[in-house]
């Protein structure tokens, strides 16, 4: 079933509200909300996952978390991705970490020319100096040949009381980042997804929606510049707390297809079971048709607690077929288990466009 979601009012009768409301508690279904036609669909290539790495260093031990993963080239692929070995002293007391691949299945977890550094962490001591860099995205600006790497990532400000913002710096080569600037001087508490424009980039994030004394997770989006300063304030662009009982959006997973036209991955949220169910969705002509089908028992041939989905689809060479990245772990939302099995995985998909594969 599909949800055309556009942050407008959608009314309904009272018996048409209280029967999906019987539906939803009963069988743990999204109400049916409209039958708008979705100009693309996905399929889940049946036996395409694959596994990527688990947790294997001690830095790992307590859980994973966002990752993203970029090809240079056929044999050139990075992964950054973030660990904690104890989920004691919060979110900063983390780390962010990097590995490489030459097919972006088997990944070698250090930095190039550091391997006397004995880890592959790129920022966050983990020793409760809460140092750590959290909900990051990485990018390319091509037109950069020296610091053609981006990164835009939630960290508290050390000269600024500690105060959480979001800010952005640039590496020559993706492991030694550089001129850290702030951005908004607020966190967002949700990975980023970092779309390049033609001048500007556009940033998909995290917003917050009040409706009487309940505040639920949204998507926003803003355009800002270069030189990190805005040219698009944030706004809102998708909610689903109207459509319980997933109400939140945990996150974007973006990324930019053609003509303007994005794919979301988002993971949504039932606050009141603790689940989770990853759905897809495809913003065309800047209106964004959400398709509630739940994508989450494709990705995992197991029951997990969490998984997210990475911006940026990569494509397979194949038309129409790209990889997905992403992490699941055994843990949910509101576990309070002090530490879970986590691992990261990739799956191939196909996007479909008014029955033939998009390129």
Wanted: hydrophobic content about 35%; some cysteine.
């Amino acid at each position: 079933m599909v949800i055309q979601n556009s942050c407008r009012p959608i009314h309904y009768t009272f018996l048409s509200v209280l029967f999906q409301l019987i539906l939803t508690s009963v069988l743990g279904l999204f109400p049916a909300v409209g039958q708008e036609t979705n100009p693309y669909r996905i399929e889940v290539l049946d036996g395409s996952r694959e596994l990527l790495f688990s947790q294997d260093k001690y830095w790992e031990k307590a859980t994973f978390s966002y990752n993203k993963v970029i090809k240079l080239s056929n044999k050139k692929w990075y992964m950054w991705y973030t660990s904690w070995k104890t989920l004691k002293g919060g979110d900063y007391n983390g780390h962010l970490c990097f590995a490489h691949s030459e097919n972006g299945k088997d990944w070698v977890k250090e930095i190039p020319g550091e391997t006397e550094k004995n880890n592959n962490i790129i920022f966050g001591s983990g020793n409760g100096r809460n140092d750590g860099v959290v909900e990051p995205d990485v990018f390319l600006n091509r037109h950069d040949r020296k610091f053609p790497f981006r990164m835009i990532f939630t960290a508290k400000d050390s000269s600024d009381r500690m105060k959480e913002k979001t800010f952005m710096m640039k590496s020559a080569n993706g492991y030694r980042w550089v001129d850290r600037k702030v951005i908004w001087a607020h966190k967002h508490d949700s990975q980023f997804s970092v779309t390049p424009l033609k001048h500007n980039y556009r940033v998909d994030l995290r917003m917050w929606d009040t409706v009487g004394t309940k505040r639920y997770r949204t998507v926003g989006t803003a355009t800002i510049r270069p030189d990190g300063s805005t040219l698009m304030p944030q706004k809102q662009i998708l909610s689903v707390y109207r459509y319980a009982p997933f109400t939140d959006i945990y996150n974007s997973a973006s990324s930019k297809l053609r003509k303007g036209d994005y794919l979301f991955l988002p993971t949504l949220w039932d606050p009141a079971y603790d689940r989770i169910a990853i759905v897809s969705a495809f913003s065309v002509n800047g209106t964004i048709n959400l398709d509630t089908t739940d994508l989450t028992r494709l990705l995992f041939d197991k029951q997990v607690g969490w998984a997210t989905v990475s911006p940026g689809i990569i494509s397979t060479g194949k038309r129409g077929e790209y990889w997905i990245y992403y992490i699941g772990r055994s843990e949910s939302h509101d576990s309070k288990a002090p530490i879970g099995m986590s691992a990261y995985y990739r799956i191939k998909i196909k996007i479909i466009k008014a029955g033939r594969p998009f390129h």
